[in-house]
């Protein structure tokens, strides 16, 4: 089992729609929760950062994260056909998790005018 | 430049071949990080330098892999007697300090095709 678990989709929504992305995590290490988008033949670019458990808003976007449950989610409302892109959870925490990143495997996300 | 750079773009060897791969961090950073991502896959971690060392290499796959980053700026990624296997985009990135609580800064990739 992977450390950290993602739905690769593909998802496929029309534009407007309220889109939901979530990865779940076995290390209870983990403390640093991020999201990155990444566009074809590009590398990943950050959207999110979340510190430990709560909620952080940004324009459209709102990540989740849920410590208690070992799941975190990205909500992305009014949905546009440039969100099209392949989003990566990805998280850090301390010790042996320390510095380096620990990805999902993504979910690739489809908006249709 | 404003952000991290790696070449080259693209990469064509044959089996059995030696490759380098570069990447040349934001300027500053102190944090350099090379991750290798399959085909549907998220990047794996390889190995990340704290300034000239390799602070955490634990993610490199065989004794075929090494990095090396002399200057505390510039890292090589070397891989020797290339397999099939190899075929991925290594991306590099950076970061102020430790990643976590910085932000890591990634380059668009090396995409490496062993034949």
């Known amino acids: 089992q992977k450390e950290v678990e993602q739905d690769p989709g593909p998802l496929s929504v029309p534009e407007g729609a309220i889109v939901s992305l979530n990865c779940t995590y076995s290390n209870s290490a983990f403390q640093y929760f991020m999201w990155y988008r990444q566009y074809s033949r590009k590398g990943p670019e950050l959207l999110m950062y979340?510190?430990?458990?709560g909620n952080k808003e940004d324009g459209r976007f709102t990540a989740q994260v849920d410590k208690s449950s070992k799941y975190i989610s990205l909500f992305i409302r009014d949905s546009q056909p440039s969100d099209s892109a392949t989003y990566l959870c990805a998280m850090s925490g301390r010790g042996s998790t320390l510095g380096r990143l620990y990805f999902g495997r993504g979910t690739q996300l489809t908006v249709w005018p | 430049g404003a952000g991290v750079s790696q070449t080259p773009s693209n990469k064509v060897t044959e089996k059995g071949k030696y490759v380098e791969l570069r990447c040349d961090p934001i300027s500053g950073h102190t944090a350099l990080y090379w991750y290798r991502q399959s085909l549907g896959q998220g990047p794996e971690f390889l190995i990340y330098?704290?300034?000239?060392?390799?602070?955490?290499d634990s993610g490199l796959p065989n004794d075929r892999f090494f990095a090396v980053r002399p200057e505390g700026s510039v890292s090589t990624l070397k891989i020797q007697r290339t397999e099939r296997g190899d075929s991925a985009v290594y991306l590099c990135?950076?970061?102020?300090?430790?990643?976590?609580?910085?932000?890591?800064?990634f380059g668009p990739g090396t995409r490496l095709t062993v034949l």
């Open positions: 979340t510190y430990s458990s």
């Open positions: 990135a950076s970061s102020l300090g430790l990643a976590g609580a910085n932000e890591q800064f």
């Open positions: 330098f704290q300034g000239t060392g390799a602070a955490d």
